[in-house]
């Protein structure tokens, strides 16, 4: 591959996409959907404390919802589309390598999605800052909570990072496929499978993978559990008082069943809606929750991983007779209060480079596939393709 030659071909690209009228289009309506959805924002979070972080977290979301959706319709005929235009021809006979045309498609599809980008800055930055100016309507001990400082600087490369991926996509199944409506079809079918498959197979997994519950209680004192009566066989359910108390009774007074979340979250990891949250800098209120759309997804996602309470009980030691209350676990002095949602998601496992790495591995995968099927001279074109 060379660099001179990638150039010449990429410019040749650009040069051919802003001289169309539907460039200019789509970029306008790409800039009023963007800024309709920040407008939106401003309502919903009106009056909030964290009014900058949630307008700011919902135009970012809504940039990349367009640009999935935008993405594949300049890079999913990228090369099919040439070929049945005859244009693709002229250019395997001179210099140019098969590389070389596929990264100039590349980086060409690539450039034209960061201008959809800068596009929507205006709205972005608007937002962001607003996030450092308090409510007019703020009143004395009013919580205003300004956004993280490396948000959008952090926002914005995970946005052009999944633009990459989206283009790489579209480029390599345009290669890979004849038709170029069949690729672009293909190309939302897989991003579409990232988006919404990824939520699909999570809620099916959750269904499918389950675990029993018990809910116990101290039981009547006719009732006992003797120390050593337990069946070997149901160990890890049996509960048997501590010999340093006197006996006291638990009863099962009711099972049931729960997903095991903590089994199929990392099916989420490669959705790129999760991967921009989870990477993504979350700020908190003075209770520890987070106050934008990224932090809030990132709790969701990261609380996935922590598995479920198997045996819910209303002592929390049955053996030592002192009720637990509802808000916290008793350890004899006191009473703990549950993790908050801050400590839950510093305690869990970030998940963000393993879903780029599976969306890198897809692209990268079609990328050389397409380049095999692109490589001229061809030992075998499919049926119908134009070769001249």
């Known amino acids: 591959m060379s660099a001179s030659r990638i150039g010449v071909l990429v410019g040749l690209e650009l040069r051919q996409r802003v001289r169309r009228v539907g460039f200019y289009v789509l970029l306008g309506i790409f800039f009023v959907v963007v800024t309709a959805i920040t407008w939106l924002g401003s309502l919903v979070f009106s009056g909030s404390a964290s009014i900058g972080s949630g307008m700011f977290s919902l135009a970012v979301y809504g940039v990349l919802m367009m640009a999935v959706l935008v993405t594949p319709t300049f890079t999913g005929n990228a090369i099919n589309g040439d070929r049945d235009a005859a244009t693709l021809a002229p250019v395997q006979v001179t210099r140019a390598t098969t590389g070389d045309i596929l990264i100039a498609k590349l980086l060409a599809g690539w450039a034209t999605g960061l201008v959809y980008l800068v596009a929507a800055l205006p709205a972005l930055i608007f937002s962001l800052v607003k996030g450092y100016v308090p409510p007019a309507t703020a009143y004395d001990g009013f919580e205003f909570i300004e956004p993280h400082p490396w948000t959008l600087v952090v926002s914005l490369v995970v946005l052009a990072v999944e633009i990459g991926i989206v283009s790489a996509i579209g480029v390599g199944l345009s290669a890979v496929i004849a038709r170029p409506l069949f690729s672009v079809a293909a190309t939302y079918l897989t991003v579409m499978l990232l988006v919404i498959g990824t939520l ?58 729960a997903p095991r979340y903590d089994y199929v979250w990392w099916v989420l990891a490669a959705n790129p809606f999760v991967v921009l949250a989870d990477a993504t800098p979350t700020a908190y209120d003075s209770s520890g929750y987070p106050v934008d759309l990224f932090g809030q997804i990132k709790y969701g996602v990261r609380g996935a991983q922590h598995p479920p309470e198997l045996v819910q009980d209303d002592w929390n030691d049955p053996c030592d007779g002192e009720p637990a209350l509802e808000t916290g676990e008793y350890y004899g002095d006191g009473f703990e209060q549950p993790p908050t949602a801050q400590q839950q998601i510093e305690s869990s496992v970030p998940s963000w480079f393993v879903g780029l790495g599976v969306q890198a591995l897809l692209a990268v995968g079609l990328m050389l596939w397409g380049a095999a099927r692109t490589r001229t001279p061809a030992r075998r074109t499919p049926p119908g393709s134009r070769i001249a």
């Open 200 to 257: 699909i197979a999570f809620a099916l997994g959750s269904l499918a993978v389950r675990a029993t519950t018990s809910t116990l209680t101290e039981s009547p004192g006719e009732v006992y559990v003797e120390a050593g009566a337990c069946d070997a066989a149901d160990d890890d359910e049996c509960i048997v008082p501590r010999p340093d108390v006197s006996p006291q009774c638990v009863q099962v007074i009711g099972t049931g069943t």
